[in-house]
Structure formats: structure tokens, C-alpha cells
């Protein structure tokens, strides 16, 4: 089901049960602001969220409402993961869905990175 990028933020979300423990995840990168783990339906030998550590359901409501901090944290969470992932020299694509028209599944803004082979084009038609 897509998630309307309008709506309000449910504390029950699988990223959000993520970030409090309830459900295990393969960590790869955790700081103040961010945390990254391997996407459990890897789309691409290397598939890597990274999700903010506030609760922000889209990227239009988390550059709308979180603080200067945590946006430069965020983004510089997502550059260190690719960095440290090696994706930097052969290339990666980032995609963060927001609303049904994209196909948001999870109500929590989170940033996908994939790489690990030539992704071929962006969108089919």
C-alpha cells in the first residue's frame, strides 16, 4: 500500500520499530542522526537504507520540519554510508520515495542507495 505523504507520522512503522529495537536489522552506520542498515529485499548486490532518526514521513515533511542539524547530519550520514560502502569511485543512485505516486511503502522518510553493478536507466516507460 502506498503512503500518502501528507499524512501524520505512525510511531508503529517498521523503521520506527527499527529504531527503537523492537525489530533487528544488519546496521551498517548509526550516529546521532542516522541510521543505515542492508535493505532486507536487496534490489542490487549492494542496497543500503539509510533513514533519519526523527520521525519524518517523507522528504517534504522532513525539509519542512527537522533542524538544520539534522538535515546536514542526514545528508552527511547518507555520503559517509556510500563512502565507506566503496560506491563512490564505480557510482551508486540514491531514491527516496514520497506519496502513492512513487510508491512510498513505509511512512518514514528513507534514502535508498544502491550499487554494486551498472543500474541501467532511471525510470521505464
Known sequence: MAVD??????PDNIF????????PCRKIHEDEYALAFHD???QAPDHI???PK???VSWDDFSAKASEAEIA???RAVGHVARNAGLVGPGYRLL???GPDSHQEVP???VHIFGGRPLGPMLAK
Open 5 to 10: 505523504a501528507t499524512q501524520a507520522y505512525d
Open 16 to 23: 520506527a520499530r527499527i529504531l527503537r529495537g523492537e525489530i
Open 40 to 42: 532486507i529485499n536487496p
Open 49 to 51: 537504507l539509510v533513514i
Open 54 to 56: 526523527g520521525a519524518y
Open 73 to 75: 547530519g542526514f545528508v
Open 96 to 98: 527516496a520515495n514520497t
Open 108 to 110: 518514514h522518510l528513507h
